[in-house]
């Protein structure tokens, strides 16, 4: 049997935890980030996950962690040590990433960017362009030699329907989905017409303007909306989902190296 890997996305909004059997995803799971859970409940809520999946944490090769939720970190070490009884690895400066990090300061680069970037290139090569749309949109741009270059961060659609439905004394939180047509006929669709095609226009905008800087590149888009954003724009050369994951199993795996 090959061998099981757990990882954590650790995000501002939400935990994604993946199951890897080998370089096969063969479990996920979706959770809130509460950045005020303990040790206790931490380790908890991992062991049961296992348990529901009937693996025993001994069968573990390992842990790794990509988290942009600092505060969270120390109870994610201590709880994951004692309910599973590994010592995590967490994606974080001075790991072997594989990847020259062309920035002025490698070690301000989020754990979800640099693992979004280096999947990327594993499975498409070089030049690519990886949007994320998580709780902030990123762009992570890989040159043709597999060097991360910088990229682009922008507020992602749900910070900014939260903030147009808290800054607005009449105008709701509504769903971020495309409406049957652009021009609304109620204040509902308006503003869906707004965001929606608003971070259409962004996206389609940043990235062509990247790739007039960067020359033509595989477009690759991950995270929980661009499957919605893709069904109506031809920039995306890729829809992979589960990106992040695979990025943290690749830099795992490149940080414990098989004995020969």
Same mark, same amino acid.
């Given at each position: 049997?090959?061998?099981?890997?757990?990882?954590?996305?650790?995000?501002?909004?939400?935990?994604? %935890?993946?199951?890897?059997?080998?370089?096969?995803?063969?479990?996920?799971?979706?959770?809130?980030?509460?950045?005020?859970?303990?040790?206790?409940?931490?380790?908890?809520w $991992? &062991?049961?996950?296992?348990?529901?999946?009937?693996?025993d944490?001994?069968? #573990?090769?390992?842990i790794? %962690?990509?988290?942009?939720?600092?505060? =969270?970190?120390?109870?994610?070490?201590?709880?994951?040590?004692?309910?599973?009884?590994i010592?995590?690895?967490?994606?974080e400066p001075g790991? &072997?990433?594989?990847?020259?990090l062309?920035?002025?300061?490698? @070690?301000?680069?989020?754990?979800?960017?640099?693992?979004?970037?280096?999947?990327?290139?594993?499975?498409?090569?070089?030049?690519?362009?990886?949007?994320?749309? /998580?709780?902030?949109?990123?762009?992570e741009?890989?040159s043709?030699?597999?060097?991360?270059?910088?990229?682009?961060?922008?507020? /992602?659609?749900?910070?900014?329907?939260?903030? #147009?439905?808290?800054?607005?004394a009449?105008?709701?939180?509504?769903? =971020?989905?495309?409406?049957p047509?652009? =021009?609304?006929?109620?204040t509902?669709d308006?503003? @869906?017409?707004g965001?929606?095609?608003?971070?259409?226009?962004? %996206?389609?905008?940043?990235?062509?303007?990247?790739?007039?800087?960067?020359?033509?590149?595989?477009?690759?888009?991950?995270?929980?909306?661009?499957?919605?954003?893709? @069904?109506?724009?031809? =920039?995306? &050369?890729?829809?992979?989902?589960? #990106?992040? $994951?695979? /990025?943290?199993?690749?830099?795992?795996? &490149?940080?414990?190296?098989?004995?020969?």
């Amino acid at each position: 049997m090959s061998e099981l890997l757990l990882v954590l996305d650790v995000g501002n909004t939400n935990t994604v %935890v993946g199951l890897f059997q080998g370089s096969d995803l063969i479990s996920r799971w979706r959770l809130s980030t509460h950045a005020d859970r303990t040790a206790d409940e931490v380790g908890m809520w $991992l &062991r049961q996950l296992l348990d529901l999946q009937g693996v025993d944490p001994a069968e #573990l090769v390992g842990i790794a %962690v990509g988290s942009v939720v600092p505060p =969270i970190d120390p109870w994610l070490r201590e709880g994951i040590g004692r309910y599973l009884g590994i010592a995590p690895f967490f994606v974080e400066p001075g790991i &072997r990433t594989g990847m020259p990090l062309r920035v002025d300061a490698p @070690q301000e680069l989020g754990a979800d960017r640099l693992c979004d970037a280096v999947a990327a290139h594993e499975f498409y090569g070089g030049p690519c362009v990886v949007i994320d749309f /998580g709780t902030a949109v990123t762009w992570e741009v890989v040159s043709a030699n597999g060097e991360y270059l910088g990229g682009a961060i922008a507020p /992602g659609p749900g910070v900014t329907a939260d903030a #147009l439905a808290s800054r607005t004394a009449k105008l709701p939180r509504v769903a =971020i989905a495309p409406p049957p047509r652009v =021009i609304g006929k109620g204040t509902v669709d308006s503003i @869906q017409s707004g965001l929606f095609y608003g971070y259409l226009g962004l %996206v389609e905008g940043v990235t062509r303007r990247i790739l007039d800087e960067l020359g033509d590149a595989v477009v690759i888009a991950t995270g929980g909306f661009a499957e919605d954003i893709a @069904q109506h724009t031809d =920039i995306f &050369r890729h829809v992979e989902p589960d #990106l992040t $994951l695979h /990025g943290l199993r690749l830099l795992w795996g &490149r940080n414990h190296p098989r004995e020969p």
